[in-house]
């Protein structure tokens, strides 16, 4: 859009949806035409009072100024299935340049060549995602638990939980060093639960060949977290839950009553800014 040539473009954060807006121009509009994107003109008076009303700390709206086309990186698997990647398609689509980056290129130290970073839904606390009840004995699950073990020893790792620690705080570094980090789905959640586990075991035999530490709980370390604290972790290696930060069964909210709030975290002394919802949504 605009910041791609220079200008500047803000952000409308659920506005209608969500939306952008930019200094008016004719090359731009022709762009919107050609590519089927639908857009306004509008007087001045209009645009001051969209922005009274996204600015408006009632309403759950903001206005983000965009000064300049980041440079993005996506954190996915290579061998990933197509119903696993929601986000490269749109990219593709349209057409904004991004980089694939994954446990190696992280490791490797490749995240302070980008602006911001999108996480795949990965399973950071090295449990294979908790599949196994359900598709232990499936190709893919098999390939996939080979896959990341290789990788492990590839780069020097005893256990795949022991790396994907390493790129956890890796991308821990990256977003304190001034990194814009969009992540989801487990993503979110197990991010956190690897931190917060860093100096014990919370994988079964069937994951890392031995037990957890059934004193795991009580040794979570929460000052490591970016935004979840005091929660239970689940050592059940037959269940599809994490933690109790998962809510989706278990408490229902009305969508009007679903709202993002920001807050200021300070793990390891660092500062960040987090936008959460009230409802983890998988």
Known sequence: MGTKNGGEVDWLLNYRGGSFMTKYDKKLEDE?????????????????????????????MDLVKLEKAPRIAVYSPK????????????????????????????????????????????????????????????????DDKKAQEDMATKLGFKKVSKMKLAVAQHIRDFTAGGGFLFAMCSGTETFDIALAAANTDICESMFDGDGADRNAQSKLDFTQTFAFQNFNIDLNPFTHRFSDIDVTSTRAVERTEDFLRCLISRPSGMWYQVCLRKTMIR
Not at 43 to 58: H, L, N, Y
Not at 92 to 98: D, G, L, M, R, S
């Open 79 to 142: 061998n990933k299935l197509p119903r696993d990647d929601a986000v490269t398609p749109v990219l593709k689509y349209a057409e904004i340049p991004f980089d694939l980056v994954y446990d190696e290129e992280v490791l490797r130290g490749d995240l302070p060549k980008y602006d911001w970073l999108h996480m795949h839904h990965e399973d950071f606390t090295g449990q294979y995602s908790k599949f196994f009840a359900g598709y232990s004995n499936a190709q893919w699950y098999i």
């Open 32 to 60: 919107c035409n050609i590519r089927g994107i639908s857009y306004e003109v509008l007087a001045d008076a209009k645009v001051a009072e969209i922005v009274t009303r996204v600015g408006d700390p009632s309403v759950n």
